[in-house]
């Protein structure tokens, strides 16, 4: 079910809520990163300073700060995208469920904005305290090569799992909500696709119109 959703969201990518909204994410999430990059840049070499670094102003210095910067961008694009998608996935599932459930869309509750801030906020702040807590294990399965990347898709396939399920959920409440484990298949393929450069820029839209799909193919399903 998974392979034919992510294809399904694949192939919808074009439609002009999906892509209207893929923009909008790109845009504002990349000129957020920029800024906290160059605050994270500006910052550490001003901390590396007070503390009397010799290589604060040298290479070591450069290559401290753009490790540290890299690591963050790499942490952060996934609390920060999912964050500006959250309060325009309504959009995305919409033109999902015209497309391909009209019967779905004409039984659908839209969701007022005061929801949708709540659960945006609550995701991104349960993402962001989830991902602070598990930041020191990141560093230390560095050496590992494949630690960290394992231990993101475990913690974020179950986080992701939980908040792209909800947006869907929340337009169908008389709908029965999906199995723990169909959120964490839903979950972990998502949070593989923001491992992939290039790829990862695509992930919370293509998450939000998974999501939708495995939710109507289920409940088709099951009628």
């Given at each position: 079910m998974i392979a034919i959703a992510f294809f399904r969201a694949l192939a919808q990518i074009g439609l002009p809520g999906v892509r209207a909204v893929l923009w909008r994410t790109l845009v504002l999430t990349l000129l957020i990163l920029a800024l906290l990059?160059?605050?994270i840049w500006f910052g550490l070499h001003w901390l590396l300073m007070r503390l009397g670094w010799?290589?604060?102003d040298g290479v070591g210095g450069a290559l401290l700060s753009t490790l540290v910067i890299a690591v963050g961008v790499w942490l952060l694009?996934?609390?920060i995208a999912m964050a500006i998608v959250g309060f325009h996935a309504d959009r995305i599932v919409v033109a999902v469920e015209q497309a391909s459930y009209p019967a779905r869309l004409a039984a659908a509750c839209p969701v007022p904005f005061a929801v949708e801030l709540r659960m945006t906020i609550r995701s991104t702040l349960r993402a962001l305290g989830w991902n602070i807590a598990a930041l020191p294990a990141y560093l230390l399965l560095l050496a590992t090569g494949v630690g960290p990347p394992l231990l993101f898709l475990t913690l974020n396939a179950y986080l992701l799992g939980c908040n792209l399920a909800e947006l869907?959920?929340?337009?169908h409440p008389a709908v029965p909500p999906f199995t723990p484990l169909a959120r964490w298949q839903l979950g972990f393929?998502?949070?593989?696709?923001f491992l992939p450069p290039v790829v990862n820029l695509l992930a919370p839209v293509l998450g939000v119109?998974?999501?939708?799909?495995m939710f109507h193919a289920r409940v088709t399903k099951q009628a």
């Amino acid at each position: 079910m998974i392979a034919i959703a992510f294809f399904r969201a694949l192939a919808q990518i074009g439609l002009p809520g999906v892509r209207a909204v893929l923009w909008r994410t790109l845009v504002l999430t990349l000129l957020i990163l920029a800024l906290l990059g160059t605050g994270i840049w500006f910052g550490l070499h001003w901390l590396l300073m007070r503390l009397g670094w010799s290589q604060a102003d040298g290479v070591g210095g450069a290559l401290l700060s753009t490790l540290v910067i890299a690591v963050g961008v790499w942490l952060l694009f996934r609390i920060i995208a999912m964050a500006i998608v959250g309060f325009h996935a309504d959009r995305i599932v919409v033109a999902v469920e015209q497309a391909s459930y009209p019967a779905r869309l004409a039984a659908a509750c839209p969701v007022p904005f005061a929801v949708e801030l709540r659960m945006t906020i609550r995701s991104t702040l349960r993402a962001l305290g989830w991902n602070i807590a598990a930041l020191p294990a990141y560093l230390l399965l560095l050496a590992t090569g494949v630690g960290p990347p394992l231990l993101f898709l475990t913690l974020n396939a179950y986080l992701l799992g939980c908040n792209l399920a909800e947006l869907v959920e929340a337009r169908h409440p008389a709908v029965p909500p999906f199995t723990p484990l169909a959120r964490w298949q839903l979950g972990f393929a998502s949070a593989v696709l923001f491992l992939p450069p290039v790829v990862n820029l695509l992930a919370p839209v293509l998450g939000v119109a998974m999501a939708t799909h495995m939710f109507h193919a289920r409940v088709t399903k099951q009628a």
